[in-house]
């Protein structure tokens, strides 16, 4: 499984974007990257997942350049409620179910 | 989508004892995981939960330390065995859905 870095933390103020640069430089061409978010006291919960270009939700979107050795997660206009690790997992076909974490990024929110 | 209960949420235990962790799935799904959460750390895979067969276990988890159960679709246990106080953890099930994977809230073990 391909490797990922990402931030350790990064600090936002309500209402602003957050953007969260993932490098997994090791990324197969079976590989989709997947991110997770978990509050204190709670499993992960997804968030989105893609393979290229660029994929949008109600929640985020992720931008994922041509050569895929890095992705953003965009989260517009957060709130507190978004204070939370993110965890950002490339996902191959082979093991599907399989996920290995990094140390994630803490998002701390502030009004 | 799937809702992922275990049971207990949180338990105080002594060395030398073994909890038995339950893990219940509102659907049947394919594939079923346990992962450990050690203190400020991130998830670590222990194994996976198969169904009607010996669990499969990943570098540095054993089965005597470890044993987990997977009698039908929808349920899965984890026993930790013969505890001490590194083994105080949250220790969280996953099930697999179509798209994504789900977790369930975690059991917050602590070993005195």
């Known amino acids: 499984l391909a490797k990922t870095t990402q931030p350790i933390s990064m600090d936002s103020y309500e209402g602003q974007e957050v953007n969260i640069t993932c490098s997994h430089n090791?990324?197969?061409?079976?590989?989709?990257i997947t991110w997770y978010q978990q509050f204190p006291s709670q499993g992960p919960r997804f968030i989105i997942q893609?393979?290229?270009t660029k994929v949008t939700n109600e929640v985020a979107s992720l931008f994922i350049p041509a050569d895929r050795k890095s992705s953003t997660l965009s989260l517009p206009r957060v709130s507190l409620s978004d204070t939370a690790v993110y965890y950002c997992?490339?996902?191959?076909?082979?093991?599907?179910?399989?996920?290995?974490f990094g140390a994630g990024t803490q998002v701390v929110v502030t009004p | 989508s799937a809702v992922i209960s275990q049971k207990p949420s949180r338990d105080i235990c002594q060395r030398g004892t073994s909890l038995t962790i339950q893990c219940q799935v509102d659907?049947?799904?394919?594939?079923m995981f346990w992962y450990r959460q050690q203190p400020g750390q991130s998830l670590t895979l222990i194994a996976t939960?198969?169904?009607?067969?010996?669990?499969?276990?990943e570098s540095g988890f054993v089965i005597d330390k470890f044993p987990i159960s997977r009698p039908n679709l929808t349920f899965s246990t984890l026993t930790v065995s013969n505890m001490s106080p590194e083994d105080s953890s949250i220790y969280l099930c996953?099930?697999?859905?179509?798209?994504?994977?789900?977790f369930g809230p975690g059991t917050r073990l602590t070993v005195t």
């Open positions: 997992l490339v996902k191959t076909t082979d093991s599907w179910g399989k996920l290995q």
């Open positions: 996953s099930a697999t859905g179509d798209y994504e994977q789900y």
């Open positions: 090791n990324i197969a061409t079976n590989d989709y």
């Open positions: 893609g393979y290229k």
């Open positions: 939960a198969n169904q009607g067969s010996e669990a499969t276990y």
């Open positions: 659907s049947q799904v394919t594939m």
